[in-house]
């Protein structure tokens, strides 16, 4: 969850209306994407995305009424990606809790890409900690989501198990290590982080149930 490997379109939620996609829009959106992600999305100007895709201020604003209407396509790219990458773990997965393993196992990966700065959302609730503004609004829905389907993946692996846990306390529990991991992991070593996240995971599937 929350670390961009591509742009993507930014569905569900769509695009503005009167704003469709085009080779400029996605241009624009892609070079955000990189810079917000690697350096901070208040770090990074309106002139600095523009020099660097490059494009004009007026094909920006054609676009983009403002640089918020960028950042809310920016992480609802993230959301997307992230939300494919789930949904193809739980339709290939012979089992849930092999899904599980899938989604941690991704969590796992992107600790060790070259390019990894942490997770994209909780960076984003960093710069915006207001919990009425639109930015923090897109970062609450997506790890709403993300709980939800976790809470849902782990009731189908306890079943009606006599040492049942509760799935939602092991869906907030991963997401919980998910982000531990994200934020350790450049000061504790990815191996080593990867490595703990990894086993908490498979303690979830194995000592709740």
């Given amino acids: 969850m929350g670390t961009p490997t591509r742009s993507a379109p930014d569905r569900p939620n769509g695009n503005p209306a009167g704003h469709g996609?085009?080779?400029a829009r996605d241009r624009l959106l892609s070079t955000a994407s990189q810079l917000f992600y690697r350096e901070g999305i208040r770090a990074v100007g309106v002139e600095r995305i523009l020099a660097e895709a490059p494009a004009t201020r007026a094909t920006f604003y054609r676009h983009f009424p403002s640089k918020e209407?960028?950042?809310?396509?920016y992480l609802r790219g993230v959301d997307?990606?992230?939300?494919d990458g789930v949904q193809a773990a739980i339709e290939t997965a012979p089992s849930s809790a092999d899904a599980l393993r899938t989604i941690?196992?991704?969590v796992a990966d992107d600790l060790a890409r070259p390019e990894f700065r942490g997770c994209a959302f909780l960076k984003a609730a960093a710069e915006y900690p207001d919990p009425t503004d639109p930015v923090r609004q897109v970062v609450l829905e997506h790890r709403a989501w993300y709980v939800t389907?976790?809470?849902d993946l782990?009731?189908?692996v306890f079943g009606n198990s006599?040492?049942?846990g509760k799935p939602e306390h092991a869906a907030r529990h991963f997401v919980m290590m998910r982000d531990g991991a994200m934020s350790g992991a450049h000061l504790?070593?990815?191996d080593s982080v990867g490595a703990a996240f990894h086993r908490g995971v498979e303690g979830l599937l194995t000592v709740l149930h």
């Fill in 21 to 23: 996609r085009s080779e």
């Fill in 69 to 73: 209407d960028l950042v809310l396509a």
């Fill in 80 to 83: 997307v990606h992230t939300r």
């Fill in 104 to 106: 941690g196992a991704a």
């Fill in 149 to 151: 389907t976790l809470t």
């Fill in 154 to 156: 782990f009731a189908q």
């Fill in 162 to 164: 006599p040492r049942r």
């Fill in 188 to 190: 504790d070593g990815v």
